[in-house]
């Protein structure tokens, strides 16, 4: 008896991320809920709440100060190497844990590490794997 098996592979990309799915003995990229193969690696805060994808990415020229793209280049980084902050729209801040993007959500700011928008990020993918395989 043999045996069907499924392997799956995330690119967590510095613009665009995507989701693949090897079976059957081929390899296909999983489109997301707008029907495209890859996902814009932008995070928007609003006063609403959090945006991911392509709508916070479609959503620049509102708020470009929230919205968080390039996350990849900013890990394990720290402001005085980086060259970052004079191209992107967006805060950089360093405290004793780490260079963090700061944002303004419901007039309050606060400041966010690289690694938690990537992880908003990478959420978005599994919870796509999630509906494909559970569905």
Known sequence: MTTKRTSVGIDLGISKSCVSVFQNGKIETIANVWGKPT???????????????????DQMNGSQQNSLFNIKHLIGGNIGKSVEQNLLPYKIVEDDAGMKIQIEQKSVARTIHPEEILALTLGQLKELLNYIFIR
């Open 39 to 57: 996902t814009a690696s932008y995070v928007a805060f609003t006063d609403n709440g959090c945006v991911i994808g392509d709508p916070a990415r």
